[in-house]
């Protein structure tokens, strides 16, 4: 599975848009971009994946860059709910690691009031 | 709610004792996965299973074994604990082997005192 490369932290505004990014130089053609949140001590939460195209769904955009070699995960409207470390995940499901997620440091994004 | 139960919340017990972690699947999930997170590791993978049998191993140690039992739910078992042992531990299922999303459970919080 490609590495990732996430900032340590980063805080937002209630109210405003939070734009997580994601490095993954190595990202190869089989390869989807994963993200996942984990809400203090609380099971990971899936949030949206894709492969190349951008994706929405209900709680986030997934903007994938035309070379792939990195991506944002955009909350639109962050609430104090949505403090949790961010995870980006590069994989690819039809690979010999079946479903096995490779969990790095993510990213701590703090919403602040 | 993700439908993901695991028993117990939470686990205190002595070095060399040996304790069961139990998890039950979302209905019509079919693979189950098996994670520590401890703070110096990160969220690790240890083990999953599809339909009863085992189909990726991570670093999991020899002290630690798991099972899935026809009615799907799985058991991970941990002996010889040591004090290094205690973290989170997380049970995730999804439908299929190689899925896009996996489904956590609220973990078990295990202390080895």
């Known amino acids: 599975d490609a590495k990732t490369t996430q900032p340590p932290s980063m805080d937002c505004a209630e109210g405003r848009a939070a734009n997580l990014p994601c490095n993954h130089s190595t990202i190869s053609g089989n390869e989807y971009v994963y993200w996942y949140r984990q809400i203090h001590s609380q099971g990971p939460q899936y949030i949206i994946h894709g492969l190349k195209n951008n994706e929405t769904n209900e709680m986030a955009s997934l903007i994938i860059t035309e070379d792939r070699k990195s991506s944002t995960l955009i909350l639109p409207h962050a609430t104090l709910r949505d403090t949790a470390v961010y995870y980006c995940?590069?994989?690819?499901?039809?690979?010999?690691?079946?479903?096995?997620?490779?969990f790095g440091r993510g990213t701590q994004l703090t919403v602040w009031p | 709610d993700s439908g993901v139960t695991q028993t117990p919340k939470h686990l205190i017990t002595a070095t060399g004792q040996r304790v069961t972690l139990r998890c039950s699947p979302r209905s019509g999930d079919l693979s189950v996965y098996w994670y520590q997170q401890s703070l110096d590791q990160g969220l690790q993978f240890l083990i999953q299973y599809y339909n009863g049998e085992e189909r990726a191993k991570g670093n999991i140690l020899e002290r630690f074994s798991a099972q899935q039992f026809p009615d799907l739910h799985s058991e991970l078992n941990l002996s010889s604990l040591e004090l290094g042992d205690s973290a989170l531990y997380f049970c995730?299922?999804?439908?299929?082997?190689?899925?896009?999303?996996?489904?956590f459970g609220p973990g078990t919080r295990l202390t080895v005192t």
């Open positions: 995940i590069v994989r690819d499901p039809r690979g010999s690691t079946l479903g096995r997620l490779y």
């Open positions: 995730a299922s999804s439908v299929t082997v190689r899925p896009y999303e996996q489904y």
